[in-house]
């Protein structure tokens, strides 16, 4: 458990080098790398040239306390974070992130080597993914950290994916798996309830790096972007899944004017999500459903096109879009029918 008080070991406060020094300071280690950032950070505005390619744009802020606590989310991780939650909402479109706007509010509470931790952490995100930090704005702020980001990517028209694509027969799939990131999340929360009745405690995380993982530092699926290419496939509806499972099919179905029908069997879950799951007494496909932030995609295809990928390792075949008439159900294990709905899933009433 850190603050980013009592982390450093130095500690330079932000009015000794001003607004203008911090971000001069912060721009240092940036270095353009793509072509259509023909104007990055320095100077009134961005330029990108994005020729030939549609402009895909999406945005995101994170306030602290509300979607983010630095009790457990190490500054750094948390840029790395911010910057991969945008990017894969590129992805999700089908399109490739190039840039990216970092605007923060700071306190006086943190220092510029706090500012400096949060921004490596953006710059390994920039780097492992090919995108240039092109801006941004630098603000302070009463007491907490904001952070709001834009990624800006290219497109090609023809291949760009929607929410509303997906047509009655086509499949249902994920990426990778699912609900990790949610009990990552508990075990932080309790690890945290811990500390805060004894500091003396440190936290007991045992086998759950990969599940604490996947909530402090999650990645896009580029790979899956990468393998659609490969395979000449486009799928006809896709997104991310940060609110959960049942909350995506939910608008992709909306948006799509269709029904679903998911098969509990075909919901990837990890082992070490499901034992996790049951020790903190929570159903384990409740976690899958409804978790949210595993940052993987949701995506249909057309059933001609299944073959291009059934053998993709972390691609799972989950169900089929049905008739709106049919609604969104959820087929267990046990042979039960459930209506899945955006805030989870019920017992069917009737
Ligand atoms: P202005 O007063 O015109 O808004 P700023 O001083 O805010 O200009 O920004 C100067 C330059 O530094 C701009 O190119 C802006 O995009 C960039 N910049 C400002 N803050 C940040 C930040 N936190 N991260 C990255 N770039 C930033
Ligand atoms: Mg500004």
């Known amino acids: 458990m850190s603050t980013p008080d009592n982390k450093e070991t130095m500690r330079t406060e932000i009015h000794t080098i001003g607004e203008f020094g911090l971000i001069d300071k912060l721009m240092l280690p940036f270095s353009i ?9 320095g100077d009134d505005a961005a330029i990108i040239d994005n020729t030939g390619f549609k402009t895909v744009i999406s945005t995101d802020m994170l306030i602290e306390g509300i979607h983010f606590d630095l009790m457990y989310h190490p500054l750094k991780h948390l840029g790395y974070k911010a910057v991969v939650v945008n990017l894969s909402d590129i992805y999700a479109m089908n399109a490739r992130p190039k840039q990216i706007f970092v605007s923060i509010g700071i306190s006086n509470r943190f220092s ?5 931790e949060l921004y490596l952490g953006i710059q390994k995100a920039c780097d492992i993914y090919g995108v240039d930090l ?22 090609i028209l023809e291949k760009l994916v929607y929410r509303n694509g997906a047509k009655v027969g086509d499949l249902i ?9 949610y009990l990552g999340l508990q075990l932080l929360e309790r690890e945290k309830r811990l500390f805060l009745d004894n500091p003396e405690i440190q936290p007991e995380f045992g086998e759950n790096n990969y599940l604490i993982g996947r909530q402090l530092k999650p ?11 490969k395979h000449n496939l486009t799928p006809t509806a896709m997104m991310d899944i940060s609110d959960g499972l049942a909350s995506e099919i939910f608008h992709l179905c909306k948006q799509s004017k269709t029904g679903a029908f998911i098969e509990e069997s075909g919901v990837p879950l990890l082992i070490e999500t499901e034992l996790q799951a049951i020790q903190f007494g929570l159903d384990p496909i409740t976690c899958a459903l409804s978790g949210g932030e595993d940052y993987e995609l949701l995506f249909t295809v057309k059933p001609e ?3 291009k990928i059934k053998f993709s390792p972390d691609i799972y075949i989950i169900g089929e879009i049905v008739p ?13 029918r459930h209506a899945i709905t955006a805030q989870g899933w019920t017992h069917f009433s009737s």
């Open 33 to 41: 790398k793509n072509s259509s950032t023909l104007k990055g950070a």
């Open 112 to 116: 510029v080597e706090a500012v400096e």
């Open 134 to 155: 092109a801006g941004g704005d630098t603000t302070s702020s009463p007491r907490g950290l904001v952070l709001s980001i834009t990624a800006v990517g290219q497109g």
């Open 173 to 181: 799939c994920v990426s990778g798996d699912l609900g990790a990131a």
């Open 219 to 229: 990645e896009a699926r580029v790979d899956i972007i990468d393998l659609f290419e």
């Open 305 to 307: 096109d299944i073959d």
């Open 324 to 336: 709106p008439e049919d609604g969104i159900t959820l087929h267990t294990k046990g042979g039960n």
